[in-house]
């Protein structure tokens, strides 16, 4: 069916199956031994003597994927050399994690990544230090920070998002400013990062984050009622002492008021928009609607809030859901969407669809004219957001992943309660909602497809209609 006439009604229908109290898995040996060795088959077709891992709590996401975990509160820097040698360079709270390091190495320490004020003992030359790590003058290194630069002004293999002191050091050691080259695109490169397809075990663990994120949304959805307070429903957010990998939003009426980006004592009044995030490894789940039981509640300026934003968006992703495919260019995607929801109307401006791992956003192969095919394992956020004037926003932002027949059978003999979970999603969204992905798809969230466009309304959701 053509998507611009499939039809959409607010229907009754059970909510979807969560699934709390789930277990962690943790990502194989064999598979951390193997994404170090794509990490060094690459800086040799790169042709680097060395690469430069840069890591904070912020940014860390790249170290933890050879490292196993990140430099909770100081600077760190992993250093793997041509012949395959990894040293640990650590402030002095974070030696002691270095001897768990999933990938081995030599834990050097420099004081300067400490916190201010903290002992300098063993104080020396960064510099000094990095020769400690194998580095040598006249070496061709590749520093890796967190984000791509894809400008088209300026060189970007010579833009960098480490602090100066550390570019200062690298430069010192290689002799030549033009020796120091960016090499974030071997980890996050969305048409050839190591980091953008994912094994099963990887997989596995990063469906533990999007079922809490869903698991999570589901709960704090029930909750909302009129005079309950932003911090009563984020409460329900947050969930097993998990970290979250975004600002948690919990936020009804205005946001940003007085600057504030976290849940508030803000009462939620009948009326209100509201907007509910939180994300962990491996998925975010959110939410927008309105604070009403049904149309006639609506302000009076948004009362076709339904029919003028809610259906049109809901055909775009259900739109998006139904394209998704291995070997499908990320420009057909983003041309979908266009199709469906154009820019110009609906004033979407980010890319809609993205990758994600540890970050919320790792990067995106999916943008106007992109030629980058989508593969499996590939773990993909729906990320279409309108702005339409004068109305709150409208948002089913959650995670599901490309898997091929191959993957497919990995995951399910080898973490059969995750390919369960999987499958009774799948089961849901096409029995319930009329929704058919093509097989190729997993879902890694709970509340794939599931539109509540009134959040008094605990019973109806959008349906497409046969």
Excluded at 112 to 135: I, K, R, T, Y
Excluded at 222 to 236: A, F, L, M
């Amino acid at each position: 069916m053509n998507p611009s006439e499939a039809r959409f009604e607010l229907i009754a229908v059970p909510a979807p199956k969560t699934f709390p109290n789930v277990k962690t898995p943790v990502i194989s040996d064999e598979v951390m031994t193997q994404r170090l060795k794509k990490i060094l088959n690459a800086l040799h077709q790169h042709k680097l003597d060395a690469v430069i891992i840069y890591a904070d709590k912020e940014h860390g996401g790249n170290f933890e994927y050879l490292a196993g975990f990140i430099p909770r509160f100081e600077e760190a820097l992993l250093i793997l050399t041509a012949d395959g040698q990894l040293s640990y360079v650590m402030g002095n709270e974070n030696l002691k994690l270095v001897p768990h390091a999933r990938n081995s190495g030599k834990c050097l320490h420099a004081p300067a990544f400490s916190l201010p004020n903290q002992p300098m003992d063993n104080d020396a030359p960064l510099s000094e230090v990095l020769a400690q790590a194998g580095l040598k003058n006249g070496n061709k290194i590749g520093v890796v920070g967190w984000k791509l630069f894809t400008s088209k002004l300026s060189d970007t293999q010579y833009q960098f998002d480490v602090p100066a002191f550390i570019l200062e050091a690298i430069i010192e050691t290689a002799g030549d400013r033009k020796k120091v080259v960016n090499a974030t695109s071997l980890f996050i490169s969305p048409a050839d990062g190591a980091r953008r397809l994912n094994t099963a075990s990887e997989i596995a663990f990063y469906e533990f984050g999007a079922n809490l994120a869903s698991t999570n949304v589901m709960a704090a959805l029930d909750q909302i009622e009129p005079g309950k307070t932003e911090k009563q429903i984020g409460h329900w957010l947050s969930a097993d002492g998990q970290p979250g990998n975004v600002v948690m939003i919990a936020a009804t009426g205005e946001r940003f008021a007085d600057a504030c980006l976290y849940p508030s004592d803000k009462q939620i009044q009948r009326g209100d928009k509201f907007s509910l995030t939180v994300g962990f490894k491996g998925g975010l789940t959110s939410r927008a609607a309105y604070v009403v039981a049904d149309e006639n509640e609506l302000p009076p300026a948004v009362a076709d809030y339904l029919s003028a934003l809610a259906i049109p968006y809901y055909r775009a992703v259900t739109s998006w859901l139904e394209t998704l495919r291995p070997g499908l260019t990320g420009g057909e995607l983003y041309q979908t969407i266009e199709n469906v929801m154009p820019k110009e109307k609906w004033h979407w401006h980010l890319n809609p669809g993205h990758l994600v791992a540890d970050e919320e956003w790792l990067c995106s192969p999916v943008s106007a004219d992109s030629a980058i095919k989508l593969e499996s394992g590939m773990i993909f956020q729906i990320d279409i957001i309108p702005s339409l004037p004068g109305y709150g926003g409208c948002s089913i932002e959650d995670t599901v992943a490309l898997a091929d027949a191959t993957l497919r059978k990995e995951l399910q003999s080898h973490f059969p309660e995750v390919w369960q979970r999987m499958e009774t999603r799948k089961a849901y969204l096409h029995d319930v909602l009329n929704i058919t992905v093509s097989e190729d798809v997993i879902l890694l969230s709970n509340t794939v497809g599931y539109l509540r466009p009134f959040l008094l309304d605990k019973h109806r959701a959008l349906v497409r209609q046969p």
